[in-house]
T-cell receptor
Framework: DTGVSQDPRHKITKRGQNVTFRCDPISEHNRLYWYRQTLGQGPEFLTYFQNEAQLEKSRLLSDRFSAERPKGSFSTLEIQRTEQGDSAMYLC????????????FGPGTRLTVL | AQKVTQAQTEISVVEKEDVTLDCVYETRDTTYYLFWYKQPPSGELVFLIRRNSFDEQNEISGRYSWNFQKSTSSFNFTITASQVVDSAVYFCALSEAYLNYGGSQGNLIFGKGTKLSVKP
């Protein structure tokens, strides 16, 4: 059984550039979540999808952030005009069902904005 | 508001000692779910346990045990006879069933984590 995978694992970019991350959930998991984790903190929710529908977005998700999940399979998270404050670990998780079940996390993408 | 508090930022023990990680939560929902995750130095969050608000039975899994007390809104995690491989950051998290109180039906609310160091 393949777990959640994320690509790339590390991304270094210059301020103002756009970046895109990809997440492949566990097969047949209908829910997919994006979180952000900064040093010394727990993960903070950004957004989630049920199948291809984006059902909720956190206030942390500014207009520079956009996420998609075409066809309800993999998902992409794009950050436009990156800022140094965007430097963080971006985590993807998936689950089979509602919020009552466990979410399984990928290894994350560590973003560094110079 | 929903909140998870892990008051212990860092704990250091010597191998074979027992250690308890504290978790206190706040929610107005009557139906909710509590989780513990482990984040080893490699960085990937590993699911350990899920508990729903109607099940206050304690649970034991090998050297791990969990104590859920609704009266004190706590969901504590004990590692018995700790080992070096237990060294990690442990997160407690809350998920709510309903949107009654402005919460989210989709996400986990994490505490700030407790860093456990087990020394040989």
């Amino acid at each position: 059984d393949t777990g959640v995978s994320q690509d790339p694992r590390h991304k270094i970019t210059k301020r103002g550039q756009n970046v895109t991350f990809r997440c492949d959930p566990i097969s047949e998991h209908n829910r997919l979540y994006w979180y952000r984790q900064t040093l010394g903190q727990g993960p903070e929710f950004l957004t989630y999808f049920q199948n291809e529908a984006q059902l909720e977005k956190s206030r942390l998700l500014s207009d520079r952030f956009s996420a998609e999940r075409p066809k309800g399979s993999f998902s992409t998270l794009e950050i436009q005009r990156t800022e140094q404050g965007d430097s963080a670990m971006y985590l993807c998780a998936s689950s089979a069902g509602t919020n009552s079940v466990a979410q399984y996390f990928g290894p994350g993408t560590r973003l560094t904005v110079l | 508001a929903q909140k998870v508090t892990q008051a212990q930022t860092e704990i250091s023990v010597v191998e074979k000692e027992d250690v308890t990680l504290d978790c206190v939560y706040e929610t107005r929902d009557t139906t909710y779910y509590l989780f513990w995750y482990k984040q080893p130095p490699s960085g990937e969050l590993v699911f350990l346990i899920r508990r729903n608000s109607f099940d206050e039975q304690n649970e034991i899994s090998g050297r791990y045990s969990w104590n859920f007390q609704k009266s004190t809104s706590s969901f504590n995690f004990t590692i018995t006879a700790s080992q070096v491989v237990d060294s990690a950051v442990y997160f407690c998290a809350l998920s709510e069933a309903y949107l009654n109180y402005g919460g989210s039906q989709g996400n986990l609310i994490f505490g700030k984590g407790t860093k456990l160091s087990v020394k040989p």
